[in-house]
């Protein structure tokens, strides 16, 4: 028997928020299942009021599919990565010793999707907020079936078999950095439109922060429908703006959301701990 949950919605565009469940504790199967179906109902589930260790939040990883919970991978020098390892992160702009603790540490970010320079990208990625600062620094939401859905006939037509490069410049803050970026950063080819492997539903797959071209268009005519198409799905309708609080656990599915985040005041602290969570037949490997 599957515990009794109470699952309610976070806005009209997508999420919900989930009570009635202590995730210090293990799930048993039944509960899971229901958890997981959730989750593909609504793309983003959020569990406000948990008290979670590392050790819990990757056992919630767990349950929607690889956890991605290896150990982080030292430098020589001694220091953590900073991007491409696996295992726990801190999305932080603490500095110890004036060293940044996290990654992405500053203010305001484009819309994109998790792991999307990688052949098989994130399925999901969960985020526990430690520290929030009191004002900005909201995480945006976008639901790209809807996006897609609105498309009038003649878009969806055009976009059905075209395919994207998409590359990896999480530090980029303007699109032109990422037209241009660095030959060696990764990158992978992604159809633009993809249907997603649980629901059977139609998604955009897209972002201003990692989209750079459409293969085999004239390039000046595949930016152009890409600024479209960016425009279109960050589009008020289709976004939710999440406003964390303390010991909120969050989970959201990276093949048709994307998520963004507002700026806030530099000198306040915001930390959270993140696992991301890879399809199982992944590679394990960055
Ligand atoms: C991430 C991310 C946004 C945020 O952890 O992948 O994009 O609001 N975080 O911190
Ligand atoms: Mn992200």
Redesign the pocket.
């Known amino acids: 028997m599957a515990m009794t949950i109470n699952i309610e919605p976070l806005s009209p565009v997508l999420g919900a928020s989930i009570q009635g469940i202590d995730l210090r504790n293990p799930v048993d199967l039944d509960s899971q299942e229901l958890l997981y179906q959730t989750f593909i109902n609504h793309s983003v589930l959020c569990f406000p009021g948990q008290e979670l260790t590392a050790k819990d939040q990757l056992r919630f990883a767990n349950l929607f599919g690889r956890g991605d919970g290896g150990d982080r991978v030292k430098r020589r020098d001694n220091k953590q990565r900073r991007t491409g390892e696996r295992g726990m992160?801190y999305?932080s702009n603490i500095r110890e010793n004036g060293q940044l603790i996290g990654?992405?540490p500053d203010g305001e970010?484009m819309f994109?999707s998790?792991g999307a320079h990688r052949e098989s990208p994130y399925r999901a990625?969960t985020?526990y907020a430690i520290k929030i600062p009191s004002r900005g620094?909201?995480?945006?939401f976008s639901n790209l079936y809807a996006a897609y859905e609105a498309l009038p006939q003649s878009t969806k037509d055009k976009i059905e078999n075209l395919v994207t490069r998409v590359v990896y410049d999480?530090e980029a803050v303007d699109r032109a950095d990422t037209i241009a970026a660095d030959p060696v950063l990764p990158r992978a080819q992604h159809k633009l439109v993809k249907t997603h492997p649980d629901s059977g539903r139609k998604t955009l797959y897209l972002s201003r922060l990692m989209t750079q071209d459409i293969i085999d268009i004239e390039p000046s005519e595949g930016e152009e429908l890409l600024l479209e198409l960016f425009d279109h799905s960050e589009k008020p309708e289709f976004v939710y703006s999440?406003e964390?609080r303390v010991d909120d656990l969050i989970i959201w599915d990276n093949r048709c959301t994307n998520?963004?985040?507002?700026d806030f005041p530099p000198d306040e602290q915001?930390m959270?701990r993140?696992y991301?969570v890879s399809e199982p037949e992944a590679p394990t490997q960055f």
């Open positions: 992160m999305v990654v992405l970010m994109h998790d990625t985020l620094g909201n995480t945006l999480y999440h964390w998520h963004a985040r507002t915001r959270l993140r991301t």
